[in-house]
């Protein structure tokens, strides 16, 4: 009976040995399957910590592949700092990225993004919020600067605040602030632009926050988040 018991003993212990390295083996595999992806490949190959961030929340944990338009739109020079430091940029430096205050996840919102701000004939209004050149934003930031708004001008800039989706030009008060403020002020002086088209401009070209199912800054405005 003795001699039952252990042999009996002896077959659990093997047993709970071999699913636990059975367990330890599937974990493994599973673990480098995942760094030999494509996509872990990708993020590898990333060159500065902001991008490797970006990408991997788009990536959903490297769990899915990010369209190669996001990957170069997380390659340039994003970050929320003042207008001060983009006046020190050289012209021909790196674009400017507006995923300062949030990630781009949605190409389709994006693309409508695009197609929006492509009827604008103004050249100083930015076609791309998630890549403005150097030149442009030093060009806009300096209409914030310069432009004196007369009263009734003020009260365009200021009801335009309060009625666009952020508050405002941006989430914070970052280079792209600044940037879009004196857009505002150039479109309000140069084109005559009422409150309702300077939160237009605004709302399109917002790219605080990530693009969800309801990204009303966007959506009121006609474009379609399908």
């Known amino acids: 009976m003795e001699k039952k018991n252990l042999f009996k003993r002896k077959n659990v212990v093997i047993f709970s040995t071999v699913m636990i390295l059975l367990v330890v083996f599937i974990y493994y595999v599973n673990i480098n399957s995942k760094d030999s992806s494509p996509v872990a490949e990708q993020y590898r190959l990333l060159t500065s910590t902001t991008a490797k961030k970006l990408f991997y929340a788009q990536s959903e944990g490297l769990t899915k592949p990010v369209d190669q338009r996001l990957v170069e739109l997380d390659g340039l020079t994003i970050g929320c700092f003042g207008s001060d430091q983009v006046l020190s940029m050289n012209d021909n430096d790196k674009s400017l990225g507006g995923q300062c ?13 695009l197609k929006a701000l492509e009827e604008y004939d103004i050249l100083e209004i930015p076609k791309d919020p998630y890549n403005i050149p150097v030149s442009l934003a030093k060009k806009l930031i300096q209409f914030d600067r ?4 007369t009263v009734e001008q003020q009260k365009i800039f200021d009801e ?4 666009s989706n952020e508050k405002g030009p941006c989430c914070c008060k970052c280079w792209k602030w600044y940037a879009y403020s004196g857009l505002a002020k150039y479109l ?21 926050g990530e693009h969800g ?14």
């Open 160 to 163: 335009a605040s309060e009625m």
């Open 213 to 226: 199912e309801h990204h009303s800054g966007i959506l009121k405005h006609g474009l379609h988040n399908n």
């Open 101 to 113: 205050c949030g990630v781009l996840k949605s190409t389709h919102m994006y693309e409508e993004q």
């Open 146 to 149: 310069d432009i004196k708004l």
């Open 188 to 208: 309000i002086v140069e084109y005559d632009y009422n409150a309702e088209q300077v939160v237009e401009i605004w709302d399109i070209s917002d790219s605080c």
